[in-house]
């Protein structure tokens, strides 16, 4: 929705590495924020970029480029419960805005 | 309380019948947002609140959905006449303050409810 777009589906091998990109339209930018979530269960709060550049969080880690509207949420040493699904989002008039989500499949 | 709440988890309700969901939001936030989510899909933005008031119900898909929240704590989504269209898993979000131009105040989203028109 309003032009944010990720991949339907990945698929990764356990201990690899992972980029999930998204892109959106850069009109009005507020940041950008990354959210996982489990089959069955609410999203959780991941990352939120504002400024551009890469943000590590232990295993995870978040990119942004302001210019040209365009981020990626990188997965390190992937494991098995990480297998979910995971949303980019945007603010725009009070309230967030997500993409389709990108499900992520992790094997053996 | 420490999360979202959403009450009931699951409904079932038949084609016609009428329905509320109940979202309790974490104490002292004042924004509260409603999502409809389907399966596949990113959550889809239905109605926000601040405080007690409805700050932007673009999203409601038509004149059957309709949500209170008159203390501005609790709110209800209320669906009339529902259709087997409606099934979907609704989500209820809350954050200190609402999504402003630079905010990094993230939601924090209930469980949800799923909801199953046959």
């Known amino acids: 929705g309003q032009n944010i777009d990720q991949p339907t589906e990945m698929t990764a091998t356990e201990g690899a590495i992972v980029q999930i990109n998204c892109t959106y339209q850069?009109?009005?930018?507020?940041?950008l924020f990354w959210y996982q979530q489990h089959a069955g269960e609410a999203p959780t709060f991941l990352s939120y970029n504002v400024l551009d550049g890469l943000e590590e969080k232990g295993r995870f880690s978040s990119f942004l480029s302001r210019s040209k509207g365009y981020s990626y949420l990188l997965l390190k040493e992937l494991q098995m419960k990480d297998s979910a699904s995971y949303l980019c989002?945007?603010?725009?008039?009070?309230?967030?805005?997500f993409g389709q989500g990108t499900e992520l499949s992790v094997k053996p | 309380g420490a999360g979202v709440s959403q009450t009931p988890s699951n409904k079932v309700t038949e084609k016609g019948k009428y329905v509320e969901l109940r979202c309790d939001p974490i104490s002292g936030h004042t924004a509260l947002y409603w999502y409809r989510q389907s399966l596949g899909q990113g959550p889809e933005f239905l109605i926000y609140?601040?405080?007690?008031?409805?700050?932007?119900d673009s999203g409601l898909p038509n004149d059957r959905f309709f949500a209170v929240r008159p203390e501005g704590s609790v709110s209800t989504l209320k669906i009339q006449r529902t259709e087997r269209g409606d099934s979907a898993v609704y989500l209820c979000?809350?954050?200190?303050?609402?999504?402003?131009?630079?905010?990094?105040?993230?939601?924090?989203f209930g469980s949800g409810t799923r909801l199953t028109v046959v």
């Open positions: 989002a945007v603010p725009r008039g009070g309230k967030l805005i």
């Open positions: 850069t009109s009005g930018f507020n940041g």
């Open positions: 979000a809350s954050s200190l303050t609402h999504m402003g131009a630079g905010s990094n105040y993230g939601y924090t």
């Open positions: 609140f601040q405080g007690t008031g409805a700050a932007d």
